[in-house]
DNA sequence: AAGATGTACAACCGCGTGATG
DNA sequence: ACATCACGCGGTTGTACATCT
């Protein structure tokens, strides 16, 4: 048996916002704030549950929300952090302050998805040349699994540097040119063999890097693969 | 023109978690 | 230590609108 609903559902009104329903909510939280969800609906005046004034509150009503198109650059660091976070969209929307959780997991599902298999399919016929990052950079590693990678863009360059860390804290890293493509790391020569750019990766690259966001990124070899 | 199908996104549901008593 | 509560999160659903046939 699961938790009970947190509101009486013969009581509660669902479905679609009217606008009387978001002044009413709007001018009670500009005027008291938020303080206890638990008490707007009824404060209020509104015959909401708690949960669906709050989520209307963060996902629609709440000052400094952007609407409308995704800008590439967006989308780009949306992709990028999906690759390190996963499906954790609050954690991706703290790094878009002006977008919601909702709507970045709404547009990942509806459009994201299908671009990257769109530019994935592009890069089919080099795939047989291609060899993940997670096997790259563990060669010479005694257990790469319980390794991490770690991708960071300096500010000043238009490189990421690729570390990989394992428990054994022995290391392997590259300085990577998105703008060919390759290492420039002498002790790195051997990945620019295996490690040609996908069509997505430049994609993701070209904007990313030449943003001058310091980024850190740290994610497990299961994470890497689905990037590389 | 009308029904079928696809798309976008708002909203809901159930669960996990931290705070509190 | 345990129960309860409130909140936040991610998955899923519902529906209005657009496009296709």
């Not at 530019?119 to 089919?124: A, V």
């Not at 990945?191 to 904007?207: A, G, R, S, V």
């Amino acid at each position: 048996m699961g938790r009970p609903p947190c509101c009486d559902k013969m009581t509660v009104k669902k479905g679609p916002w009217t606008p009387e329903e978001d002044i009413i909510l709007v001018s009670y939280i500009q005027e008291r704030g938020p303080g206890n969800w638990r008490t707007v609906p009824s404060n209020a005046g509104l015959l909401r549950c708690s949960k669906s004034c709050r989520l209307r509150w963060t996902n629609y009503l709440r000052p400094g929300i952007k609407r409308g198109n995704f800008t590439e650059h967006e989308e780009k660091i949306i992709i990028h952090l999906q690759n390190l976070l996963g499906n954790r969209w609050a954690a991706i929307a703290s790094y878009l302050p002006e977008r919601t959780d909702n709507d970045i997991k709404n547009y990942w599902n509806t459009q994201l998805k299908k671009k990257l298999n769109k530019l994935q399919q592009g890069d089919d016929a080099n795939n047989q040349e291609r060899h993940s990052v997670s096997e790259s950079i563990s060669k010479g590693h005694s257990n790469p699994s319980e390794g991490t990678l770690s991708a960071t863009t300096p500010p000043e360059g238009n490189h990421y540097l690729f570390s990989f860390n394992s428990d054994e804290s022995d290391e392997a890293a590259a300085n990577f040119t998105p703008e060919n493509g390759a290492f420039k790391d002498e002790k790195q020569q051997d990945l620019n063999n295996q490690m040609p750019l996908t069509l997505l990766e430049k994609w993701l690259f070209d904007d990313v890097a030449t943003q001058g966001d310091e980024e850190i990124v740290d994610m497990s070899l299961g994470e890497t693969s689905r990037l590389f």
